[in-house]
């Protein structure tokens, strides 16, 4: 499969954006997002996404020109109208400025509502990270996972993602579902069977077809405890940011709804960790770090780079499919 540098790679897609109509600044943040999904090895969310972001600006589905629309600003909780611009730069903004309100008032939180998607969630709790906050987002998307005992797709993969500002950095991040749905697409387009246990069809069997699967419905990720924590990430979303619910989204994998937006939801929040200790003692990062290392084991996600320092240099693999349908 093709190699590209992070720095090519990241070029590409900014002029790509920028062809389509999106502003400099916010393209360059959206591409630096995209492509440090790659370089996380997060192929199903990184530069395999930008075809079908650029059909939605192209058709409409996606604002290139949005702006964030204020709806309520207390020195603690913001929430913006997304305008039905791209969820990338919108999600990093509102992860910058929920960090700012959180070294002064030692906790934030920003929402963001009518956006669109942002990728791979746990990008967005790095600008909390990189000043010893605490990072917490949530997301949402079209609705592909059934309620526990039920038959119809009313939940999105409901991704969550967590920072905390340990050394290396603990990074959580991870879909409720059994799979997160671009795992399923790029399954697709490789011609790949599932895992047995990942996805239903449409009529509710179970599948191991990549197609069938985009088209019917995700099991969730440890049964009816998974259903329950998409339910609350749902709740911190599209129930209560808005304004639509995960079963009202359009699939940005449908060309059919190429024109329709989103209308996505997030929801972020940032907390002082200096700030939380009862006892004044900050060391205990640290001493758990040391001690998860001591047991053999690693904290989850310190082997992925910081995206806001991406070096340009570095190599990343995309498929020959993206490869061409991006003109490199």
Known sequence: MPQLTVGSAIEKATALLKAAGVPSDEAATTARCIVASDRWGIGSHGLMRLPFYLSRLQAGGINPK??????????????????DGLGHWQLQNAAELASERAMVNGIAAVGVGRS????????????????????????????????????????????????IPTNPPTVVDLATSAVARGKIQAKAQAGAELEPGWAFTKDGAPTTDAKEALAGMLAPLGGVKGYAVAVLVESLTGM???????????????????????????FV???????????GNTGRPAEFAAEVTAAGGRLPGSNRVNPEKLVDSDEIT??????????F
Do not use: E
């Open 66 to 83: 949005a702006q964030l629309k204020t709806v309520t600003d207390l020195p603690s909780l913001v929430v913006f109208d997304g305008d």
């Open 240 to 266: 209560l940011i808005g304004p639509t619910l995960a079963k009202n989204i359009p699939d940005m994998f449908a060309a059919s709804q190429d024109s329709l937006p989103q209308q996505i939801s997030h």
């Open 116 to 163: 669109n998607h942002c990728g791979a969630l746990g990008i967005y709790v790095w600008p909390m990270i990189n000043r010893g906050l605490v990072g917490i987002a949530f997301s949402t998307g079209p609705a592909v996972m059934p309620p526990w005992g039920g038959n119809k797709p009313l939940l999105s993969t409901s991704p969550i993602a967590a920072g």
């Open 269 to 279: 929040i940032a907390i002082d960790a200096a700030k939380l200790s009862v006892d």
């Open 318 to 327: 995309i498929t020959d499919q993206v490869f061409a349908q991006l003109g």
